[in-house]
Structure formats: structure tokens, C-alpha cells
């Protein structure tokens, strides 16, 4: 009876070892794939071509914008209000959101930075005269700062921790289970010392410290 608990608690937990590689795999999946190809182009980042691009606008508000713009904060950060948001979307093709302004007595400037792109809207508090860049560093660039977490938000910020925890997860179970199979697999205990060593070594031999 105790071997059959023993075999049975086994079981179990192999099981729940294979529901959790598994699932910890597929939940990581997409994740670890762009980040394995984006690891590469950042590693060769010196030698992908990119031109970004760049695009300038300039555009006059109406007149009661002008108006709002003088009812505004005198100096300080904040956003800028939601008719003005939507005004300077229309006007230069760039949507501010909630990024907080730098308000000083004679002009409004935002910067909106993002993944892979950076644009900037200055406007003329007296005269409501606006000039707009628009940087487009292009996809390579886009999926690179997507790796780094890049001015990329809240939301891609815990997405990272949750893909992060998913790898460990995955990483770990697998671990266990090259444990469990290591018996039949003569070569696993080797191949995991060698894939540890290789990175130890480098770093202790061929980094300057």
C-alpha cells in the first residue's frame, strides 16, 4: 500500500509538472519568439540600415483655441485639455493623449515619445501658430524598443513581468522534468552543464570587468 501512495503522489506530480511546462509554454510562446528575434537585431543593431524618417508640420489654431490657451496654467506640466487635444490631432496628426505638457508664458510644448518613434508639438501661446516633428525610426526599431520596454506603457510593462514569470515557470518545470527523464537521456546533465558553463565562462574570461 505505501509503494501505491508513493507511485500515486508520483503520478500526480509528473502530471502537474507536464500541465504546467505546457502551459507555462504557451503563455510565453509568441513572447519568448520576438524577444529571441528582437535579442538578435539589437545585438546587430550597428549594422541594420535604418533612415528614419521625418516629418514636419506646421498648422495655425482657430481662435478659440487661442482663447483656451490663454485661460491655460501660466507654467507647470500638465496635459492639455481635451479640446485642444483633439484640435492639435486634427491640425498635425499627432494625438498628445495624456502626456503632461511643458506650460511656460509663451508657448505649450509636448513631447511624445513612443516605441520605435518620437514626435513633438510646440505651439505659440499669443498666437496659437503650432509646429509638429514626427520621427519614424521604422520596425526594426519598433520591436527593439519593444524588448526594452521602451516608452511603451503600463500595459507592455506588466506584460513583460507576466511573459517573464511564464519563461520561469517554463524554464524550471523543464528542469524538473530533464531531472525526472534524465535516466534514459545520458546526454542531458552534459548538454545543461555546458549550456550553464558557456555563459559563466564568458563572462569570466572574455569581459573586461
Given at each position: 500500500m505505501?509503494?501505491r ?13 507536464h ?14 519568439f ?30 478659440s483655441?487661442?482663447?483656451?490657451l ?5 507654467s ?6 481635451e ?18 505638457a511643458?506650460?511656460?508664458e509663451?508657448?505649450?510644448?509636448v ?5 520605435g ?44 513581468d507576466?511573459?517573464a514569470?511564464a ?11 530533464l ?31
Amino acid at each position: 500500500m505505501p509503494k501505491r501512495k508513493k507511485r500515486s503522489a508520483k503520478q500526480f506530480w509528473v502530471k502537474q509538472l507536464h500541465s504546467w511546462h505546457w502551459i507555462s509554454a504557451a503563455i510565453s510562446l509568441a513572447g519568448m519568439f520576438v524577444f529571441a528575434i528582437t535579442g538578435i537585431t539589437l545585438n546587430h543593431a550597428s549594422t541594420i540600415a535604418a533612415e528614419p524618417r521625418i516629418v514636419t508640420t506646421s498648422a495655425d489654431l482657430p481662435q478659440s483655441m487661442v482663447e483656451l490657451l490663454r485661460r491655460s496654467p501660466r507654467s507647470g506640466n500638465a496635459p492639455l485639455p481635451e479640446a485642444l487635444r483633439s484640435q492639435v490631432e486634427q491640425a498635425v496628426g499627432i494625438d498628445a493623449g495624456s502626456t503632461p505638457a511643458e506650460w511656460s508664458e509663451a508657448e505649450v510644448y509636448v513631447a511624445i515619445p513612443g516605441p520605435g518613434s518620437d514626435a513633438w508639438v510646440s505651439i505659440d501661446r499669443a498666437s496659437g501658430a503650432m509646429e509638429a516633428e514626427r520621427t519614424d525610426r521604422g520596425w526594426v526599431s519598433f520591436f527593439n524598443d519593444l524588448h526594452k520596454g521602451r516608452n511603451t506603457g503600463t500595459a507592455w510593462f506588466w506584460l513583460i513581468d507576466v511573459l517573464a514569470v511564464a519563461c520561469v515557470i517554463f524554464t524550471f518545470t523543464g528542469l524538473l522534468l530533464l531531472q525526472l527523464h534524465a535516466r534514459h537521456r545520458p546526454s542531458t546533465w552534459p548538454l545543461v552543464g555546458l549550456g550553464t558553463a558557456g555563459p559563466l565562462i564568458i563572462i569570466l574570461f572574455f569581459m573586461h570587468m
